[in-house]
């Protein structure tokens, strides 16, 4: 299975470059994932949800899943929002989504051990110019953008460090 396959690579790589095991990384990966749950039960608290916890704990869980992370679970929440007329707790449920991008964003360098990058400014950005375009409407469709566009940054750096893997264990096998 090539997903599997570039995962493997991808964590293999980040923990020769962290100089982690699999333990210490696993456990900064459920920090992140308690954090991300965290911030989803106050963000769902203040917006008004019922059962802050149980989402929270599942946003926090889908948050560690490669490539969608909790956009597997908010987009379509946004978009159920949104076709039962509901755009008002669409575009807070939007709103909170980026949010948790964006700490994505500013977490995953201090993860693998990159420099600060510009993505969370990125998103930042494409979020303003949505929301200020079109308020509710506009926070709905930045939350799908952002969503894809989050997913790509994901799927390139797993590439990017299957790859570079790949390259050091060859390089590492003619010795």
């Not at 707790?89 to 709103?95: M, R």
């Amino acid at each position: 299975m090539v997903v599997r396959e570039y995962l493997e690579g991808f964590l293999s790589e980040i923990l020769f470059r962290t100089k982690k095991d699999k333990k210490t990384f696993g456990l900064w990966y459920l920090g992140y994932g308690l954090a991300v749950a965290i911030i989803s039960m106050i963000g769902l608290k203040i917006i008004g949800i019922h059962g802050v916890i149980i989402k929270g704990i599942l946003i926090g869980l889908f948050s560690l899943i490669p490539f969608m992370g909790s956009g597997i679970m908010m987009i379509p929440w946004i978009l159920a929002r949104v076709i039962t007329n509901e755009k008002m707790l669409g575009s807070q449920l939007a709103i909170l989504f980026i949010i948790l991008c964006i700490l994505k964003e500013i977490a995953y360098p201090f993860l693998i051990k990159i420099k600060f990058n510009i993505r969370p400014i990125i998103l930042s950005v494409v979020f303003l110019i949505f929301f200020t375009i079109g308020k509710e409407t506009g926070a709905i469709w930045a939350s799908v953008i952002i969503f894809i566009i989050t997913t790509l940054f994901d799927a390139i750096d797993i590439q990017s460090y299957y790859r570079k893997n790949r390259s050091r264990v060859r390089r590492m096998a003619r010795y």
